[in-house]
């Protein structure tokens, strides 16, 4: 299940990337709360089974990196929720990281 979440959230980058690209900003900010989403449920199932950490955690971090490729690509309005996003998704994948090798696991 955190494969097929992340795999919709990588979708869900690309559909708000191209919609940027295209001038349709609503279009594209409802593709970045649904990638948000999606990345919430990938993070808390692979948290859960504690299978694909690792690749979610790339995931989420090249996700991340692209939000912020596309914010530096908007205007001030786009980039404050561009940037809430990221923000999010380093949050989620910070989370992964402690679980894969942080406190309380020697």
């Given at each position: 299940q955190p494969g097929l979440y992340i795999e919709i959230a990588r979708?869900?980058?690309e559909v708000a990337d191209q919609a940027y690209v295209a001038g349709k900003p609503d279009q594209a900010k409802a593709a970045v709360v649904d990638l948000v989403n999606y990345a919430d449920q990938?993070?808390?199932a692979a948290k859960k089974t504690g299978k694909k950490l690792k690749?979610?955690?790339i995931s989420l971090r090249k996700?991340?990196?692209k939000l912020r490729d596309i914010k530096r690509t908007q205007s001030a309005d786009e980039q404050?929720?561009?940037?809430?996003?990221?923000?999010?998704?380093e949050d989620l994948r910070t989370d992964l990281l402690s679980q894969m090798f942080g406190k309380g696991t020697k």
């Open positions: 979708r869900e980058l990938a993070h808390d690749n979610i955690e996700m991340a990196a404050d929720a561009l940037q809430k996003a990221a923000d999010r998704l």
